[in-house]
């Protein structure tokens, strides 16, 4: 936490408490008088956050993109994100996250929205299945992978997990180290929640909720959510009319952002979900 916290009097915001690992080492770290607020969607989330015992800790069932709604401007001294799915939502059958074990086709953070991955598997067209796998996931043979999800489900209902992830596995081609479900268990995971708006619309907000100095520390686990927080915060690009870039004047917010930081050998062999972990610090100046 020492890369978030630099004001330990100050007010800091965990945008994904998960089971409240970050938000009790964050506590920890923090005088007094300082303070947090967590969010999250998860009702699992909501219930050890009320085992929490500290007055200067709130926490709020929300999705990160409304911090409007609870943060005013200049007022965050940091913010952590940690883009990855928790292990208990991975370990819980009945969630539907996991390619590996037998559940439902759910896969909602927020489990009060009506959209679930069975939606999309059963009523979404090929092409916005390919789309959904490609955008999401990068998965190279997303249209082989939905074609044969639409002629399967015209035989058969796809109704869990495992036969979900049969079908990726026979459509693909290309043999990886992974399991072939992979990308494609992302993608869809993605596309029920939201995630890249969200994340889009959240981190756009977080430059006017930091203090002067006030860092966002954001966690993800591929490129495309690492490639929202570069663009985020990099200096916004004009043209002269002879279409030579050049740097807007009128940007005052400039921000500090730092190189990938991977996770030790030691941290990935006490959890191995962390091997594809990213992190950058990103510092308003």
Wanted: hydrophobic fraction near 35%; aromatic fraction near 8%.
């Amino acid at each position: 936490m020492k890369s978030l916290i630099s004001d330990t009097n100050g007010l800091y915001l965990d945008c994904t408490f998960g089971r409240g690992g970050h938000t009790k080492k964050i506590l920890d770290k923090l005088s007094s008088e300082g303070q947090l607020i967590s969010f999250d969607l998860d009702d699992a989330a909501m219930k050890v956050a009320k085992n929490i015992d500290n007055k200067n800790f709130k926490f709020i069932k929300t999705n990160f993109s409304m911090i409007d709604d609870y943060v005013e401007d200049d007022s965050l001294s940091g913010v952590l994100i940690d883009c990855g799915v928790s292990s208990p939502q991975l370990d819980e059958p009945e969630r539907g996250f996991s390619f590996q074990t037998k559940g439902p086709l759910d896969m909602r953070f927020n489990q009060e929205q009506n959209l679930t991955c069975k939606d999309i598997i059963e009523n979404y067209s090929e092409k916005e299945i390919a789309t959904i796998l490609w955008k999401f996931g990068e998965e190279k043979e997303s249209r082989r992978i939905a074609k044969l999800i639409v002629k399967q489900r015209e035989q058969n209902a796809i109704d869990n997990t495992l036969i979900l992830a049969e079908i990726i596995k026979t459509a693909k081609t290309v043999k990886t180290k992974k399991h072939p479900a992979t990308k494609s268990f992302q993608a869809l995971r993605m596309a029920v929640n939201s995630e890249f708006e969200n994340l889009t619309t959240c981190l756009d907000r977080i430059k006017d909720k930091l203090t002067k100095s006030g860092k966002l520390v954001i966690i993800t686990f591929h490129s495309l959510e690492d490639r929202i927080a570069k663009q985020t915060f990099k200096p916004k690009i004009n043209f002269h009319e002879k279409n030579l870039p050049l740097i807007h004047e009128d940007v005052s917010d400039k921000f500090k952002i730092s190189k990938i930081i991977y996770p030790s050998q030691e941290e990935i062999s006490m959890n191995p979900r962390a091997r594809s972990a990213k992190m950058r610090i990103i510092e308003k100046l």
